[in-house]
């Protein structure tokens, strides 16, 4: 029964720990408070465990063994700190002493089985010790801690306890840590004593690796409850009862010590007055209990079920993945089943993470403390092959070197390196840093292949007589069955993949169901992430703009266009146009002036998420303009694009990232970027998945977002950092509503829609050969060839596939557009279809393995839709209108609302719909009545008076009708100064923007010009 006081919980949680926890209970009096030790336990452990050791330091010590012990076990907690000696021991007068035995990966050795449970884990409650702290009067303050727990008399964990029902919550346990407690007391010293303290009550724990007083950062250790913060009710016990039932119970405590806890160290230069300076931080890791909860139901589930499983581990960002992945890595490297056989023979970590090899690498050394353990395969694919024929323990990769693994042996193979690769009888787990769809796609099934070669090999030889195609060579049938039987699950490996923000195709292809009987197997949901504060609410502070347009049509005659691809068109003239690009900068620059410099004392920064490389190269530009123009200092930027960008405004104009950041190399961006020299980072589709940046503290989006992409960008901004209390987005491109739409899924629950019947493929099969673009026999003709050969095709070889293929093209491109596009539309879907059911239903079909060869390849080769070229503006239209306006400022809050579930590949195809020709004036007509809402008379009327000035001007008006239109333009443009500075006085910011904002100048003179020349030679004066 859950008691009223605080000294009742204190004690349960002993009588817990004591009666089914595997501890003992120990009184306050044998805590030596001078050496922080509970002296009796550790000597008893070391006569116990290692007696011949200690009676050679009695022999050498004469009487004076346990003083000398103590004394060298106190310097080495000093210098190198309790979890170190407790894996590894501690040196005294030449002899290495063990101080713990933790539990070995296989029950063969009873021996090593015998010491472990030989350790000594103990409780004891009211600990009291003097402080370095005075109370009023300067004497020094005695202080009592709650729990203390010790592992061979060295205390490892603290725990201040409190009980609502007497008015004190764990809120006050943490301040308690913060105000009474001192770090320079030797209990509480960074490394060298207790390893974490807890602040418990009956509903929430939180914890913390390092007090620092008012400074300490206190985790939650919480379960979760409702996908949110906090813990479930439990009849008749308290919400925190699993912190001692479970995490502190002896084999949890020891397994933690053993393979979780692990101090992280991050350098990061500085400048300083004297040059460049290194600054070290430490962080004492201990795992969150999501982190412990996931590790251990994944160990377990694979020791039980061994290897063939798909599980998704869905955590949200700011999990800690990184750890997750470290720790998960380490365990299944040594997992072994119930008869001691090893369950994986190499684990495989697939990442892009350059910082995960390195996390990968430190962590798992201070586990093992050997190198050889993980390798990096970071030269070429010869290295990885070498790497999986050798049985490293574990294996970091990216998934593109498997496809080329085949011809990585051939080339060692040349060098004179017999190399052998057998898979036969050989397990692997394949642990997946972030699942999305390249995980699930040809080179997915390039790694399954290689990693279960022999027993695919083995499966081809008992179904080759399936194989009823007479015109297939054996070696054809063999290699259709080699790619058939790799696209499936394979019965040597387990795959292991973590993502924030699943696909449909993501939950399909990982499938191991979890507690609720679905994927994922394990899950974090950005809720509770968010409501623990391990991660900013990033929609918290959202703010849209919206931009209000007109456009008018310049040409006389009414041409037909095609509407999508023109609507497209006039789009990206708005976005690109400098009138646009230049007021979105101006409230940029201000906002962050006036709301973020000051942010996170002083050090926020910002990205500005542009839609395409050249939208990059132009706000990199007006910014950069905008800031020397006003003399603006303290807001440096940095662009990243990639490869070179021409700009069409600008004739020979060729931009690259190295470029416009001063010689920068690419790879040091995001290292220059954390300084403090560079405030904003504006970007095209770079560094908006996997940047780690916890002081971006605002988002500037001029990007149409929409689903994971969504969610992937606006949450660069969610990672914590001491001083961020908030973040801000500014959104010029996208809706509320579609924010919402896209974050919800992710939110809490991650619901899928219907599964794809898997007899719609044969359908989808049926409807292609009815077109009679192709035929069966094509198919055939054209998988003798390419299934042909073992190694790469000759040149004999791609003259006659490719002709088989030409013959369809031309059929295709004979029929009306409309039907074109239907065609495409459904081979594509065939291909897509085939490519995710077949990872999911063991078809084991050699025709529909062949269907998709052939349509893979066809698709490749069928012209792009239209004539292939891109539908462009030149002269057509002009902006009439423009005003930028807030329209919406709050949070979008994510807790109401439906969700729409995930949705798989289409199942039919119904090809793309032919886009209707418009009359221009038709087209500008409908955006300026969707866009062009709000204007003032005054928004275009100072243009007006300018204009009708010109009309009014007889020397305008005779170089109109006495020139041709290049030669009035460049007249016109030098009497341009003269014309608004007679109307100076009309609208005194528009006419500063035209002579000093160049590009502006340049569209104003460029529209004027042509509207003045056509109406003055029509004769059309007002």
């Known amino acids: 029964m859950a008691g009223h006081t605080e000294t009742d919980f204190e004690k349960a949680i002993e009588y817990g720990l004591t009666s089914q926890g595997g501890y003992a209970r120990r009184s306050p009096a044998a805590f030596d408070e001078v050496l922080c030790l509970f002296p009796a336990d550790v000597i008893g452990f070391l006569q116990d465990t290692q007696p011949q050791k200690w009676d050679q330091l009695e022999a050498l010590l004469k009487g004076q063994a346990e003083d000398q012990v103590l004394s060298d076990l106190a310097k080495e907690l000093t210098t190198k700190g309790t979890l170190h000696v407790l894996r590894h021991g501690f040196r005294c007068y030449g002899k290495t002493l063990r101080l713990a035995y933790f539990q070995p990966n296989t029950g063969m050795n009873p021996e090593t089985t015998a010491l472990y449970a030989k350790n000594r884990l103990t409780i004891t409650r009211q600990v009291a010790f003097t402080s370095v702290k005075k109370v009023p009067g300067g004497k020094a303050k005695r202080c009592i801690l709650d729990v203390t727990l010790a592992v061979n008399g060295l205390p490892v964990a603290t725990a201040e306890l409190k009980n609502p029902l007497t008015g004190q919550r764990a809120v006050d346990a943490k301040k308690q840590y913060e105000r009474d407690r001192d770090e320079r007391d030797l209990i509480f010293k960074f490394k060298e004593r207790a390893l974490v303290h807890f602040a418990v009550d009956p509903d929430e724990v939180w914890m913390t690796t390092r007090l620092k007083g008012g400074e300490t950062f206190f985790l939650p250790f919480n379960k979760g409850h409702n996908r949110g913060a906090g813990n479930p009710p439990v009849e008749g016990n308290w919400k925190t009862a699993y912190l001692w039932d479970e995490v502190l119970a002896r084999d949890s405590l020891l397994d933690i010590l053993q393979r979780f806890m692990h101090l992280e160290v991050k350098e990061k230069k500085v400048a300083t007055d004297r040059g460049p300076k290194t600054v070290r931080k430490e962080t004492m890791i201990f795992p969150r209990y999501h982190q412990l909860d996931a590790v251990r139901k994944l160990v377990a589930h694979a020791k039980e079920h061994g290897a063939g499983r798909s599980y998704l581990v869905q955590h949200s960002a700011g999990s800690g993945k990184s750890n997750s992945i470290a720790w998960l890595a380490h ?281 395409s490389r050249l939208e990059a190269v132009r706000y990199k530009l007006a910014f950069d303009r905008y800031l020397e123009e006003r003399g603006y200092k303290g807001i440096k930027s940095l662009v990243a694009f990639s490869g070179t960008v021409e700009d069409p405004s600008i004739p020979e104009s060729a931009y690259t990232e190295v470029g416009m950041n001063n010689g920068l190399a690419e790879a040091e961006l995001p290292e220059i970027f954390d300084s403090d020299e560079y405030r904003v980072l504006l970007v095209a589709d770079k560094y908006q998945t996997g940047f780690d940046q916890p002081l971006l503290q605002t988002m500037y989006v001029v990007k149409r977002l929409a689903g994971v992409q969504a969610v992937q960008t606006l949450s660069r901004l969610n990672r914590m950092a001491q001083g961020k209390s908030r973040t801000f987005v500014l959104d010029f491109a996208n809706e509320e509503e579609d924010i919402f739409k896209a974050f919800k899924p992710y939110y809490e629950d991650t619901p899928t829609g219907e599964n794809v019947d898997p007899q719609r493929l044969n359908e989808l099969q049926h409807r292609l050969l009815e077109w009679a673009i192709f035929t069966s026999e094509d198919v055939s003709a054209f998988s003798v060839v390419w299934y042909g050969k073992k190694k790469d095709h000759t040149a004999s070889d791609h003259r006659i596939m490719n002709a088989v293929l030409d013959r369809a093209v031309d059929a295709f491109q004979d029929r009306e557009e409309e039907e074109r596009e239907e065609f495409r539309g459904q081979i594509t879907a065939f291909r897509n279809l085939y490519a995710f059911l077949s990872q999911i239903i063991p078809y084991q079909d050699s025709e529909l393995e062949q269907f998709y060869t052939f349509c893979r390849n066809l698709i490749s080769k069928l012209p792009p839709p239209g004539d292939g070229s891109c539908f462009t503006l030149d002269d057509e239209v002009a902006l009439k209108y423009f005003r930028i306006q807030q329209v919406t400022q709050g949070s979008i809050d994510l807790n109401g609302g439906e969700t729409d579930p995930l949705k798989g590949p289409t199942d039919v195809g119904s090809g793309g719909r032919k886009d209707e020709e418009v009359g221009l004036r038709d087209l500008v007509e409908r955006l300026n009545e969707r866009f062009g809402t709000s204007f003032a008379r005054a928004d275009q009327l100072f243009f007006e008076q300018v204009r009708e000035s010109a009309e009014s001007d007889d020397r305008i008006v005779e170089a109109a009708l006495a020139n041709k239109y290049d030669n009035f333009s460049s007249y016109l443009e030098r009497v341009l100064d003269e014309l608004f500075i007679n109307r100076m006085d009309g609208n005194e910011e528009v006419f500063s923007k035209v002579m000093s904002d160049q590009p502006f100048r340049v569209a104003v003179h460029k529209g004027l010009a042509r509207e003045l020349y056509e109406r003055i030679r029509a004769g059309r004066r007002h």
């Open 331 to 611: 365990r299944l490297a040594g997992l072994h089943d119930a008869v001691d056989a090893k369950i994986f023979h190499s684990v495989i970590v697939v990442t892009d993470r350059l910082v995960l090899d390195q996390q990968l690498q430190n962590t798992i050394y201070q586990f093992e403390h050997k190198t050889g353990v993980v390798e990096k395969i970071d030269e070429n694919t010869q290295q990885l092959a070498r790497a999986i024929s050798n049985g490293v323990p574990i294996i970091i990769s990216t998934i593109q070197k498997f496809p080329f693994i085949a011809q990585a042996l051939r080339t060692l193979e040349d060098k004179g390196e017999d190399l052998t690769l057998t898979t036969a009888g050989k397990r692997y787990a394949v642990i997946v840093d972030e699942a999305h769809s390249s995980q699930t796609g040809e080179t997915a099934s390039a790694l399954r292949g290689m990693l279960n070669k022999d027993g695919i090999e083995a499966a081809i030889a008992a179904q080759l007589s399936d194989v009823e195609d007479e015109n297939l060579t054996e070696e054809a049938k063999r290699a259709i069955l080699r790619d058939t039987l790799r696209r499936g699950k394979q019965p040597n490996l387990s795959f292991f993949a973590f993502t924030a923000t699943p696909k449909f195709k993501t939950k399909a292809m990982f499938d191991e169901p979890g507690l609720d009987g679905q994927s994922p197997f394990h899950e974090y949901t950005m809720k509770q992430a968010i409501e623990e504060s391990f991660i900013m609410d990033v929609l918290k502070h959202y703010t849209t703009y919206k931009r209000f347009f007109g456009l008018v049509k310049q040409i006389e005659n009414d041409p037909q266009v095609p509407k999508r691809a023109a609507a497209k068109a006039l789009t990206q003239f708005l976005t690109l146009h400098p009138h646009n690009i230049d007021q979105v900068v101006t409230i940029i620059v201000e906002h962050f002036r006036s709301n973020v410099m000051h942010e996170i004392g002083g050090r926020a920064k910002a990205m500005v998420v542009t839609g």
